[in-house]
């Protein structure tokens, strides 16, 4: 059976004192912002330690960046960067759902997974 301790770290925003935090944590959290100032450190040190990773950010531009540096790196090591998870995401997510229970409604038609796929934005 896993043990996890939950506990609340505070560290300076560099790569040698984020990289350290990602390596001893099995999931690391942020809520730092803007993420396209502060937030690639935490990013990277996960995907290179095959530390799990979540933030809150809502900058899509930010976000597509970190998936085009780091993708390769996190599937090599095992992580799973899941980032946009918050309130400020959820915009997107309902708007996504209700357009999913129309179709169902409207059409008598079942949907498929949703999936969101960020190559290029314009």
Known sequence: MLTLMQEIEICNLNNEEISKLAKKTFCLITTVGPY???????????????????DCTPEVPWTLE????????????????????????????????????EVKSKFSSQVGDVVMDLHQLT
Request: glycine letters at 6%.
């Open 36 to 54: 396209a100032l502060h937030g690639e450190y935490a990013f990277k040190a996960c995907a290179e330690a095959g530390t799990h990773y979540i």
């Open 66 to 101: 970190m998936i085009k540096k780091y993708e390769a790196t996190a599937k090599a090591s095992g992580a799973w960067m899941i980032p946009q998870c918050a309130m400020e995401s959820a915009p997107s997510d309902i708007l996504t759902w209700v357009v999913a229970e």
